[in-house]
């Protein structure tokens, strides 16, 4: 897939003309995707994952998402966010403390907020008296719990938040499991590592030098359309393509006489071909392709026994939050099983060294301008997915 823009009176520099007719390759910018294109610091109207709910407790944390400071305390068993600012002069009430069951106290003058409303209740240092108190409010932001993790709802214009379950995969609502994990801030635009992780050329090149796939075949190309399906859009394989002559330059293929070898068949649950025996809840759920995304930014990769997911949480426009977990439907003695493989190998392996590859590419990429190729299907699919759905949110927030 290609694009182009009509001629641009000024060379790359601004400065000199360019030849008239002559046009830049590629697409030069995201101007078909507005909603997508303005989301740099991420798409607001939507739950994301911002800590381990370990890591929330009665000393506050200081966390970043869509751009928002925020600072997260716990109280009484309960989570609570509110904005990282003291009105007073602006200094982060993550730096303070609890003077008072349920709130939180700004460290420079003792003003004191609600946690539920961000009420300023009290100012230590203005006596009991103070005239201020009820006078002066805290941004709030609801807070939920699920899958170990603290999540905040940011939103577009004070609309109350959707039910987060409803944002969640839909087999994590339904089915028991057991889960390891890994949440990592890494440099780049979130929007570059949602299009890496729903890539689909990316994978078969770049990890073929991972540990992961030591002794795993990966095809060298393939034929793939996009279905939708609900609110996710999916990767289906119609054709798998092992090795390939290119002409002029010779054969290339990723088998090698210690890989297993690689089967005839098309197949759809996993990346290295078709299993022999799949997961009784991975098999009810019946996904047309292993690879899918949906808003704001959810990548489900779907193997015969586990399925991984990916959250990528905005922060700001150059970094994001990286949230990998891999979910096994099991329990009992079977569970204690998969926490050893995935302490002891998988969380390095794959959380490791095979996700840092594409932590590397995310953080080098640069776009637009950009020229794309048939795979890229793939991101032009996510895109318009994304300017669909947050357009649809935004007027019903009856935000501009």
Same mark, same amino acid.
């Given at each position: 897939?290609? *694009? ?15 030849? +008239?007719?002559? @046009?830049?390759? *590629? +697409? ?41 400071? =925020? ?7 309960? @989570? ?15 730096? *303070?403390?609890?003077?008072? &069951?349920? #709130? ?14 961000? !009420?300023?209740?009290?100012?230590? #240092? ?5 005239? =201020? ?8 932001? &609801? ?20 039910? =987060?379950?409803? !944002? ?5 609502? $339904? ?8 949440? !990592? ?22 990890? +073929? ?10 095809? #060298?190309?393939?034929?793939?359309? =996009? ?9 289906? !394989? ?65 193997? &015969? ?53 594409? @932590? ?9 301008? $950009? ?12 895109? *318009? ?16």
């Amino acid at each position: 897939m290609t *694009g182009s823009d009509s001629p641009d009176p000024k060379d790359g520099d601004g400065a000199r003309p360019r030849a +008239r007719g002559l @046009a830049r390759p *590629g +697409r030069q910018d995201w101007s078909a995707w507005p909603e997508y294109d303005a989301a740099a610091e991420g798409f607001r109207g939507y739950w994301y994952p911002v800590t381990w709910s370990s890591h929330v407790t009665g000393k506050p944390l200081a966390v970043k998402v869509c751009g928002e400071k =925020i600072a997260l305390v716990r109280d009484g068993g309960r @989570a609570y966010a509110l904005h990282d600012r003291c009105p007073h002069r602006g200094v982060p009430l993550s730096l *303070g403390d609890q003077q008072f &069951p349920g #709130t939180l106290s700004c460290p420079y003058h003792g003003w004191t907020y609600r946690l539920n409303d961000g !009420q300023l209740c009290a100012v230590i #240092t203005d006596g009991p008296e103070s005239r =201020i108190c009820g006078k002066v409010t805290v941004r709030t932001y &609801p807070v939920e719990e699920r899958l170990g993790m603290v999540w905040v709802f940011v939103p577009i214009a004070n609309e109350e938040p959707h039910p =987060i379950d409803s !944002q969640l995969p839909e087999e994590l609502v $339904e089915n028991q499991f057991v889960m390891g994990g890994r949440m !990592q801030e890494r440099s780049g635009n979130w929007r570059f590592a949602a299009e890496n992780g729903f890539d689909e050329g990316h994978a078969k090149y770049l990890h +073929r030098t991972s540990m992961w796939r030591m002794f795993k075949p990966m095809p #060298t190309w393939n034929i793939t359309k =996009i279905v939708p399906g609900g609110r996710w859009i999916y990767r289906v !394989q119609e054709e798998v393509h092992w090795d390939a002559d290119f002409p002029g330059v010779g054969r290339w293929s990723n088998k090698r006489w210690w890989k297993l070898q690689p089967p005839k068949e098309t197949f759809n649950i996993g990346n290295t071909g078709k299993p022999k025996k799949i997961n009784p809840v991975i098999a009810k759920c019946d996904f047309p392709g292993f690879a899918s995304l949906s808003m704001p930014g959810v990548l489900r990769i779907v193997y &015969p026994n586990f399925i991984h997911y990916e959250f990528y949480v905005p922060v700001d426009a150059d970094n994001h939050r990286y949230v990998g977990v891999m979910i096994n439907f099991t329990e009992g003695w079977k569970a204690a099983g998969f926490y050893v493989k995935y302490l002891g190998a998988i969380r390095w392996l794959f959380h490791g060294q095979f996700t840092g590859q594409d @932590a590397w590419m995310v953080d080098v990429t640069d776009a637009p301008p $950009e020229k794309l190729y048939r795979p890229d299907v793939s991101l032009t699919a996510w895109r *318009g997915l994304a300017q669909d759905e947050f357009a649809k949110k935004k007027a019903a927030a009856g935000a501009k």
